[in-house]
Structure formats: structure tokens, C-alpha cells
């Protein structure tokens, strides 16, 4: 795949210099590319690195060409009182039902909205109802769990003062004893 990318880079390149040694020896086969149509002609402008590009000149109408591009009109029919009057009549009832059809979709979106409001009022009622049980839940376990810590204390300082009742009862009898 390399070896086919390289060789078409250099046959590209030995391309454009003969093109440039033709040129050079030929100056009139530039001229040639001009291509010219009916009306208008057509330039190649080799500035562009990116593409190609065109420069289109418009020839001035001349009057035989003139006639040819004027095509005749179609013929004009005369147009009744009746006719208006039912054209005028298809309009206004294509008018009345486009705007029936405005007031339905209208009717509809305004239902839509109504079912979303309510639906979304009755998920905060929901979501409040949950926060408020959860709340007391977790004021409720946390009283027992105060109560609990406080009944826990007050066991161990009456603990503490049995064992202490009992150290000073020990003391007063080694005092004695001592005595």
C-alpha cells in the first residue's frame, strides 16, 4: 500500500512538470479550455490549491435569443362571480377548520398540563407524607435511643455509687479494726 502511495506521488509530480514543459512549448492549448456555450463562457482559473474553480462570463441577449426564452403565457380564463364566491367559501371553511384544529390541539396541551401539575402535586403530597413519617421514625428512634443512653447511666452510676457505698463501708470497718 506504501509502495502504491509513493508511486503515485512521483507520477503526479512528473505529471505537472510535463504539463509545464507543454505549457511552455504550447501556449495555445491554455487557450483551448475556454469553453464557451450559448450564452455564457466558461474559464478555468488555476489560483485555488484547494479545488477548481470557474470564472462564468454571461454574453448580453441578443434580440433572436430574446424571442426564443419568451415563452407565451397560458391563456387566461375568465373568472365568474359564482367562482369567486366558491373559492371565498372553501377559504373560510379552510379557515374554520384550521382554527378548530388550533383550539383542539390547544385543549389538548392545556389537558396535558393539567395532568402533569396534578401528577406532580401528588408526588410532593407523596414525598412529603414519606419525609414527615420518616422524620418522626427517626424522632422516635432517637428518644429510645436517648431514653435508652440515659437509663444506661443512670445503671452505672448507681453502680458506682453501690461500689463506692461498699469502699467506704470497707473502710470504716478496717478503721475499726484497727481501732
Do not use: W
Not at 86 to 93: I, Q, T, V
Not at 137 to 142: A, P, R, V
Not at 152 to 175: I, S, Y
Amino acid at each position: 500500500m506504501a509502495k502504491t502511495a509513493t508511486a503515485y506521488k512521483e507520477k503526479m509530480k512528473e505529471l505537472s512538470v510535463l504539463s509545464l514543459i507543454c505549457s511552455c512549448f504550447y501556449p495555445e492549448s491554455r487557450n483551448k479550455l475556454v469553453r464557451e456555450f450559448e450564452d455564457m463562457e466558461v474559464k478555468p482559473i488555476n489560483k485555488r490549491a484547494s479545488g477548481q474553480a470557474f470564472e462564468v462570463i454571461l454574453k448580453p441577449l441578443s434580440p433572436v435569443s430574446n424571442v426564443a426564452h419568451n415563452l407565451p403565457s397560458p391563456p387566461k380564463r375568465d373568472i365568474s362571480l359564482d367562482d369567486i364566491e366558491r373559492k371565498l367559501e372553501a377559504a373560510e371553511e379552510r379557515r374554520r377548520m384550521q382554527e378548530t384544529q388550533v383550539l383542539i390541539a390547544l385543549a389538548e396541551k392545556r389537558e396535558h398540563e393539567r395532568f402533569v401539575l396534578l401528577k406532580a402535586m401528588e408526588e410532593n403530597s407523596n414525598f412529603s407524607r414519606m419525609a414527615e413519617e420518616k422524620l418522626q421514625l427517626k424522632m422516635e428512634q432517637n428518644k429510645e435511643n436517648r431514653e435508652a443512653h440515659l437509663a444506661a447511666m443512670m445503671e452505672r452510676l448507681q453502680e458506682k455509687e453501690k461500689r463506692a457505698a461498699v469502699v467506704r463501708r470497707n473502710k470504716e470497718l478496717m478503721v475499726e479494726q484497727t481501732a
